[in-house]
């Protein structure tokens, strides 16, 4: 029979089992061989002497140099399930860390759980866990979050200076991560709703953000190089705003209906913008309970939150808004949906726990599975399955393959899925006009180890050993 401290311990630990549990069903498939977009080139050309530099530019030295390391070790389309793989060990840290800091401040377990796992089904954390390229994302996630925490729980000197150094290497790693720093910040201002208290933080975070800058700048000099649009800034803060508004946090208000029809995508949309706002309207609110003064103050801190779950993006040049940028923005529109939810049944807290969170936790995952394999694995592998077969087309004679691109909205022309979204799901990695060659050169590397010319075919006269090969028509007629 259990002694009573060794149930508790185990009721300690089931929901990081669940949250375990959880990612493998959804994530099931990760260890399957595919390649997705610019895995290819990083594949082909991690040997070569200036593979760094564009990563010097665009501000991602440290991400550049594991690249320079895994993609020269991984050096195969079937190794990189092997990336993927540590990627998925980052988001199980990461959301183990999450649900730690939830408890920690003090909200019940049953919101806790439920937070995590509806994040983990977000098309946010899908991606890095799917996309070989994105493995860094999860760890500077988890270093950012420690950062966070350390600043909020202990304001010493030698506190600050430790948050700083973690803060400049996620930087280092992937800049729209350093936005989970917010996080413990948010979620210790929402307990105890103390204005004060978050200046220090986020002074931290400011100077973070400027010391990289500097040191972005270093060594940029050093290399003799100049910045991508990603290093650039923005100081047009009002279009930075508008454009905020307009595309991420128009995106993510639909969680995770990413194929749907635009009448549903526009009722997800207007449902939860009301959840976000229900979670501040009601003063008696668990959450709001301590306040009495500086109402103006408490409703300009709300917003102020939301821009800078996504201000490395915000204030760049370029504002290209992808799921795997949009992380903690996600997480933030996710702390608001339980939380509402919370509100809406905290008169009966058996039916939140038995059928609202499990019914919200079970929907999430049939949406996230159907994002995560049918669009986006199997995509991925039947474009794999197609591109070999050109490969085997090619003989001693081939001199040349011209190849015809697909359309970006190919799939969603010929019905194979609803695409609403312009990045990462839905599509074929050939759709952009930088993977076509280099998929092509690795594939005929790997399989007839030698090297051949590939060109786009614009109508140019064929030549007697040229091959020519329409990708999209390859792909509709093998997947018909």
């Not at 759980?113 to 996309?131: D, E, H, K, Q, T």
């Not at 709703?193 to 200046?199: F, M, R, S």
């Not at 923005?234 to 508004?245: A, K, M, P, Q, R």
Request: aromatic share 16%.
């Amino acid at each position: 029979m259990n002694s009573p401290h060794l149930k508790f311990k185990w009721q300690n630990i089931l929901p990081y089992i669940a949250i375990l549990v959880f990612c493998v069903i959804l994530f099931r498939n990760i260890l399957d061989t595919y390649a997705y977009s610019d895995d290819y080139e990083f594949i082909l050309n991690a040997g070569n002497n200036n593979f760094l530099n564009v990563f010097i530019q665009g501000g991602r030295l440290f991400y550049g140099v594991l690249n320079k390391i895994l993609y020269t070790y991984f050096d195969s389309i079937e190794l990189v399930k092997f990336i993927r793989l540590g990627s998925f060990f980052g988001g199980i840290l990461l959301l183990f860390s999450l649900y730690k800091l939830f408890r920690y401040y003090g909200i019940e377990t049953i919101y806790s759980l439920g937070i995590i796992l509806l994040f983990a089904a977000s098309p946010s954390f899908n991606i890095i866990i799917i996309w070989s390229l994105a493995y860094q994302i999860s760890w500077a996630l988890l270093l950012t979050l420690l950062a966070g925490f350390i600043i909020a729980e202990y304001p010493s000197k030698w506190a600050i200076s430790l948050s700083i150094i973690i803060g400049v290497i996620a930087l280092n790693l992937y800049q729209p991560a350093y936005t989970m720093f917010i996080i413990p910040i948010f979620i210790k201002w929402l307990r105890d709703k103390n204005h004060h208290a978050l200046l220090k933080p986020l002074l931290v975070h400011l100077t973070t953000y400027i010391i990289y800058f500097i040191t972005f700048k270093f060594y940029l000099s050093g290399f003799e190089l100049l910045p991508l649009d990603r290093g650039g800034i923005d100081y047009n803060i009002w279009n930075s705003l508008v454009t905020f508004i307009n595309d991420p946090f128009e995106q993510v208000l639909r969680y995770n209906l990413i194929f749907a029809a635009k009448f549903w995508l526009y009722v997800s949309k207007v449902f939860v913008f009301v959840l976000i706002l229900l979670v501040y309207l009601n003063k008696d609110d668990l959450y709001l309970k301590n306040l009495k003064q500086n109402k103006i103050l408490y409703f300009l801190i709300i917003p102020c939150f939301f821009i800078l779950s996504m201000l490395p993006n915000i204030v760049s040049i370029d504002k290209w808004a992808s799921f795997r940028t949009m992380n903690v923005l996600s997480l933030l529109v996710v702390i608001h949906i339980v939380f509402a939810i919370r509100k809406l049944v905290e008169s009966n807290k058996y039916a939140l726990q038995k059928y609202v969170i499990p019914a919200l936790v079970l929907g999430a995952l049939i949406s996230a599975n159907y994002n995560v394999n049918h669009g986006f694995i199997d995509i991925q592998k039947k474009e794999l399955k197609v591109m070999s077969s050109l490969v085997r087309q090619v003989n001693d004679s081939t001199e040349r393959i011209l190849v015809v691109p697909p359309e970006m909205e190919i799939l969603k022309q010929n019905n194979y899925v609803k695409r609403v979204v312009t990045d990462e799901f839905g599509r074929l990695s050939n759709s952009s006009a930088w993977v076509p060659k280099p998929f092509i050169n690795l594939l005929v590397k790997e399989n007839l180890n030698r090297e051949i010319e590939v060109e786009f075919y614009n109508g140019q006269k064929l030549r007697e050993n040229d091959l020519l090969f329409d990708i999209g028509k390859e792909y509709l007629r093998q997947n018909d």
